[in-house]
């Protein structure tokens, strides 16, 4: 599908008035990024003296605690995020009411609360209400899991139906049951059109670890505030904020990276049942094509 059959294609004017419009919107924001940089090095933030705490030996191991407990929380909420999504996602695409409606109601209810609601309800109602205690890691990982997961099942659910209609005929007309159906025909076709969007939730899973800071998990953002407050090292709490912000973006890159590694790697894979041409039948046909001697055209 071309883009003229969504909008109609811009003329000379347009064209023009778009380029216009685009070179001035980037000269602002040069020049407000510019503004921000001047007010930056003249109120002295990229003096040495406001950046000596990161040569310290003590400090850099503190953000690389910090750092490694971001990580874990992030690696099994999402893990956990794609197992609840997945079966959630089947729950709801399932023939049985009894199946569907409950998953279908969970899936709505959690992506209607907000995380932070969960997180505290978790961590705070659970110890409270019910007795149980729930560690800080407990329930930022759970947090993100029912609001993620909810989530993901919703792509997982749209990824399968944006499929046609007659992958899914053509495979029960073979006499496959729908769990082969599902397995062996719609997930693998649906993957490669969510992996975009899985992974663009999944960088929103990184980023929200940043809520454990709330509930007194060591994360980054909270290490970062426990370092900017501290007096003896001059409160460099726009400092520690840039460090952590650049360790963020970095991340996200990286994640970005693998999926777009991934996503080469699946369609790079050949299609499964395409029969393959022998070499002397295809000799055979490029001399028949040619009218070569001996050769019926």
């Keep these: 599908m071309t883009a003229a059959v969504l909008y109609d294609a811009p003329g000379p004017r347009a064209r023009r008035r778009n380029l216009l419009l685009g070179v001035a919107g980037t000269a602002v924001l040069l020049a407000v990024a510019g503004f921000v940089l001047h007010r930056l090095v003249a109120t002295g933030q990229f003096d040495g003296r406001v950046w000596e705490w990161i040569l ?15 990580l874990r929380a992030f690696a099994l909420a999402a893990v956990l995020s794609l197992v609840f999504g997945a079966v959630f996602a089947a729950g709801r695409l399932s023939d049985h009411r009894w199946i569907s409606r409950p998953a279908t109601t969970v899936i709505e209810f959690f992506r209607a609360v ?22 800080a890691f407990t329930a930022l990982v759970l947090g993100l ?48 059109l969510m992996l975009p969007t899985i992974v663009s939730q999944l960088v929103v899973v990184l980023k929200d670890t940043a809520l454990g800071f709330i509930i007194l998990y060591p994360e980054l953002l909270y290490q970062a505030r426990f370092l900017g407050s501290q007096g003896q090292l001059g409160s460099p709490i726009l400092q520690v904020a840039l460090v952590v912000a650049v360790i963020y973006i970095a991340m996200c890159l990286l994640l970005s990276r693998v999926a777009t590694l991934l996503e080469r790697r699946t369609r790079r894979v050949p299609k499964a049942g395409a029969p393959a041409v022998p070499v002397e039948v295809q000799g055979e046909r490029d001399l028949a094509g040619t009218g070569a001697p001996g050769t019926t055209p």
């Design 56 to 70: 310290f030996k003590n400090i850099q191991l503190l953000l690389l605690d910090a750092l490694f407990n971001t």
């Design 114 to 135: 907000p995380l932070l609601i969960l997180i505290f309800i978790l961590y705070f109602g659970v110890s409270r209400g019910l007795g149980v205690n729930v560690s």
């Design 145 to 192: 899991m029912l609001y993620n997961g909810s989530v993901l099942a919703e792509v997982f659910r749209a990824g399968v139906a944006s499929l046609p209609r007659g992958q899914s005929e053509a495979a029960y007309a073979l006499g496959m049951r729908k769990t082969q159906v599902m397995t062996n025909v719609l997930l693998p076709q649906a993957l490669r």
